[in-house]
């Protein structure tokens, strides 16, 4: 996985308190449990869009990328753990949230800016036209999301930072499946798990070109 599926799950998971001001329901804490289709692409780097399946809850998110490399992410807020399972190597790999790019400043939504802008349809659907920044890096965030009333974020755009390394984003989100999540999916992985430290997990993951 590159650095949009960690920023992925920077954005998906930080809790903004803050956020109710602009009268809008937050990505960040959505009202319902979810699973959902994902494209990040980035645009001007000649990269074809990476998709993925999410899985969405409060307090979790299970990132299963559809193509390249077999990886699943599975992150908890309210544990500060992270795993991330590669079946081609049969184990998996557990570090703290920060090994993910998920900055504790930004889980405790320290930093983020957000304003309702108008309403705007993505796709057909009603949405809400948020803007939405982040001054602080990893995750730093400059751009737009577009959210039902549900919390579900169907549309995200701008430039961002996730483990040291800036780009521009443009993400989009299908095939919503609205539902309590198992809970078996956003739990530890079975089998072998390695503990590492999340700085050594970043260089492993970019010796594999999984991380750039």
């Known amino acids: 996985m590159d650095r949009r599926g960690f920023l992925a799950a920077a954005l998906s998971l930080a809790a903004l308190p803050a956020f109710g001001q602009a009268r809008a329901a937050s990505p960040f804490a959505p009202q319902v449990e979810y699973a959902i289709d994902g494209y990040f692409g980035r645009p001007g780097e000649g990269m ?34 992270a795993w991330l399972s590669l079946p081609g190597l049969g184990m998996a790999f557990e570090t703290d949230l920060s090994g993910f790019g998920l900055s504790p400043a930004a889980l405790r939504g320290d930093g983020f800016t957000l304003r309702a802008v108008g ?67 956003v739990e530890a992985p079975a089998g072998r798990i390695v503990p590492v430290a999340g700085e050594a997990l970043v260089a492993m993951l970019r010796r594999f070109g999984m991380v750039r």
């Open 48 to 81: 074809r869009p990476e998709a993925a399946r999410i899985w969405r809850t409060r307090d979790a998110i299970r990132y299963e990328a559809k193509d390249g490399i077999e990886r699943t992410v599975v992150a908890r807020l309210d544990l500060d753990r």
């Open 119 to 185: 309403s705007e349809p993505v796709d057909g659907r009603p949405t809400t036209k948020l803007r939405m920044t982040r001054t602080a890096a990893d995750p730093g965030f400059d751009g737009f999301a577009w959210v039902d009333a549900r919390g579900i974020l169907w549309k995200l755009n701008g430039a961002g930072e996730a483990l040291g390394q800036p780009g521009t984003l443009d993400w989009r989100f299908s095939n919503a499946s609205v539902g309590p999540v198992a809970r078996e999916l």
